[in-house]
C-alpha cells in the first residue's frame, strides 16, 4: 500500500516536471525567435543607415580603379621650372623663337661676374656670394 501512494505521488511529481519543462521551452523558444527578430531588425536598420550614409557622401564610397603600373617613368618638369629655363642663358635651345637660329638668345649672352642659381625652396634666382 505504501509503495502505491508512493508511485501514484511520484507519478504525478512527474506529470507536473514534464509541464513546467513544456512551458520551460516554450518561453525559451520564444524568447529566441524574439531576439532573432531583434537582431534582423537591427540589421535592416544598419543596412539603411549606410545606405543613407552612401547617398550623402558618394565620394567617399566610390571604388578605386586599380590599373597597372606604368613601366616607364613620366618626369614631368614643374612650369616654373620651364620658365626658368627659357629665360635662362644656360639653355639656348628653349629661350629662342622658331624663326631664330638656335645659338641666338632673347637675353644677353654676355659673361657675368658671378653666376646665377635657381634657388629651388625660394623658387627665385639669386647670385652667389663671393667668400674668399
Given at each position: ?5 508512493w508511485?501514484?505521488?511520484?507519478n ?10 513544456e ?47 606604368p ?26 623663337t ?29 647670385k ?5
Amino acid at each position: 500500500m505504501l509503495a502505491a501512494l508512493w508511485t501514484l505521488s511520484n507519478n504525478a511529481d512527474k506529470v507536473r516536471w514534464a509541464a513546467r519543462m513544456e512551458c520551460k521551452d516554450e518561453i525559451h523558444q520564444r524568447e529566441e525567435e524574439e531576439n532573432i527578430q531583434l537582431q534582423q531588425a537591427l540589421q535592416e536598420e544598419e543596412e539603411a543607415a549606410r545606405l543613407e550614409e552612401q547617398k550623402k557622401n558618394k565620394s567617399k564610397y566610390t571604388s578605386i580603379h586599380r590599373g597597372k603600373v606604368p613601366s616607364t617613368l613620366s618626369i614631368l618638369p614643374a612650369i616654373y621650372t620651364i620658365r626658368k629655363l627659357k629665360g635662362s642663358p644656360l639653355s639656348p635651345t628653349l629661350s629662342g623663337t622658331p624663326n631664330q637660329d638656335p645659338g641666338h638668345h632673347t637675353r644677353s649672352t654676355r659673361p657675368t661676374a658671378s653666376p646665377t642659381v635657381f634657388h629651388p625652396i625660394n623658387r627665385t634666382l639669386k647670385k652667389p656670394k663671393n667668400i674668399l
